[in-house]
């Protein structure tokens, strides 16, 4: 019997189980009911307090308000470089052009890593949010490059009320034949075998997520 086995048959007898027993019924106590969402406004409230709690800044902004949004971002994060999503709504929300009249250079989504880690700002949007955790899901594509999230020193996601999901389950059924996506919560933490945390090693040092109403 190699070690596998061995630690496999140890459970076993402590359970008082055999290899042919059946297969345990889940306790009642252990199934969780799905959550159910409040009205919309206290969700995204939820949303965005997660999310400060994680260290993130947020805010509820009209399109109207984007390049001025923009402009305050590109001041207070000392924004030379931006990357974006090359997606329609981003296109309709007229980022990069915004950008680049605020001086910033913009770095296409596709240009290497090197490139990517020189930018100050990644912007994406996300396809969906769980209130309760404050965490984003964006998927990858190639319009949506997942470099852009977690490369740039900052990274600013701007969602709309309408992707916010009560919990995890219907959010898998959408991306269920998806190869890869990435969740969001908070900005990169790190911590060493001393639980030492250290924020931006493997991702970004800030996150910002914007509500467009």
């Known amino acids: 019997m190699n070690a596998r086995e061995q630690i496999i048959a140890d459970v076993r007898l402590a359970l008082k189980r055999r290899t042919d027993s059946p297969v345990a019924p889940i306790p009642v106590s252990a199934r969780i009911a799905p959550r159910v969402p409040g009205d919309a406004n206290a969700e995204i409230e939820m949303l965005l307090g997660e999310i ?4 993130g800044a947020t805010r509820r902004i009209a399109r109207a308000e984007m390049p001025a949004a923009l402009a305050e971002i590109v001041r207070a994060e000392s924004v030379k470089k931006a990357t974006l ?4 709504e981003m296109k309709e929300m007229g980022v990069a052009d915004a950008l680049r ?3 910033v250079e913009i770095i296409s989504p596709h240009a290497n890593k090197r490139a990517l880690a020189e930018c100050d700002l990644g912007i994406t949007s996300a396809d969906a949010a769980f209130p309760e ?3 984003l899901l964006l998927r990858s594509s190639p319009e949506k490059p997942r470099a852009v999230s977690l490369v740039p020193r900052v990274h600013l996601a701007i969602i709309a009320p309408e992707i916010l ?7 898998f059924a959408e991306i269920k034949r998806d190869g890869y996506w990435v969740f969001v919560t908070g900005p990169s933490r790190t911590a060493d075998i001393e639980l030492t945390v250290t924020i931006g ?4 040092q800030a996150l910002r997520v914007w509500i467009i109403e």
């Open 52 to 55: 400060a709690k994680l260290g």
């Open 85 to 88: 999503w090359e997606t329609r």
């Open 101 to 103: 009249d605020l001086g």
């Open 133 to 135: 955790t404050g965490t």
């Open 165 to 171: 999901r009560a919990d995890l389950m219907p959010a």
């Open 201 to 204: 090693v493997h991702g970004p």
